[in-house]
């Protein structure tokens, strides 16, 4: 069974403070994705990440895929109550097993932003 | 642009009843095609999937079922619901197996 670990479970911290969220596995993804939802809605795309190594910035908001392509984090800087959600990690395995590839879901980190 | 849709977006069910949820996407041909249910805020379990019209792949075994009757629309079923049906389901729509494009979910409740 291929795992996909997400910490820590829910987060809850004030206005402007930093935070990383990480998400982990033993195996290797071609690609791994992150997923913001809001409650009563559906999961909405922030990133791909594909090269190990990677990093990519959202605003305030930065991605890194590990170099082994096996691990993941988010970091947010200066949280916002805005950027309260559900923030879901998802790879992608078998790696280059093309169409029918299927994502690997973390369990997600809650997150809450208080003002 | 594309987008989808699926509805109706809250149900209640009696245990016994039958159920029908519809999801359609517009925009795309020959979208791989989704069915998952998440419990309680958390993360998401793969239901069924459809690379194409009649082709339908399940993850789970359960009192579900799926149909793709046309290229866009898929079709979550069930002729006997459970109370552990309850939950709430997303429909999802991707090209080639990559990124998800989500639909606006449906809360199912079972009494």
């Known amino acids: 069974t291929q795992l996909l670990e997400q910490s820590p479970q829910f987060l809850s911290i004030q206005e402007g403070e930093n935070l990383t969220v990480y998400c982990n596995s033993s195996?290797?993804?071609?690609?791994l994705q992150w997923y913001r939802q809001e409650p009563g809605e559906g999961p909405v795309l922030l990133v791909t990440?594909?090269?190990g190594g990677e990093v990519k910035k959202l605003k305030r908001l930065t991605f890194q895929f590990g170099d082994a392509r096996k691990d993941s984090s988010l970091h947010i800087t200066a949280a916002q109550p805005g950027d309260t959600g559900l923030y879901l990690c998802?790879?992608?395995?078998?790696?280059?097993?093309?169409?029918?590839?299927?994502?690997?879901w973390g369990l997600g980190t809650s997150l809450a932003v208080n003002p | 642009s594309q987008t989808i849709h699926q509805w109706p977006a809250t149900l209640v069910q009696p245990v016994g009843s039958p159920l029908s949820l519809e999801c359609t996407v517009e925009g795309t041909s020959n979208p791989n095609l989704y069915w998952y249910r998440q419990a309680a805020g958390r993360g998401l379990q793969l239901l069924f999937y459809?690379?194409?019209?009649?082709?339908i792949s399940s993850e789970v075994p359960q009192n579900l079922s799926a149909s793709r009757p046309q290229d866009r629309q898929f079709i979550l079923s069930s002729k006997k619901l459970l109370l552990s049906d309850s939950g709430f389901y997303l429909c999802?729509?991707?090209?080639?197996?990559?990124?998800?494009?989500f639909g606006e979910g449906s809360r199912l409740t079972v009494l």
């Open positions: 195996s290797v993804f071609s690609s």
């Open positions: 990440v594909v090269t």
């Open positions: 459809s690379v194409g019209i009649g082709q």
């Open positions: 999802a729509w991707s090209v080639m197996g990559g990124e998800l494009f």
């Open positions: 998802a790879g992608a395995f078998p790696p280059g097993a093309g169409n029918n590839r299927k994502l690997i």
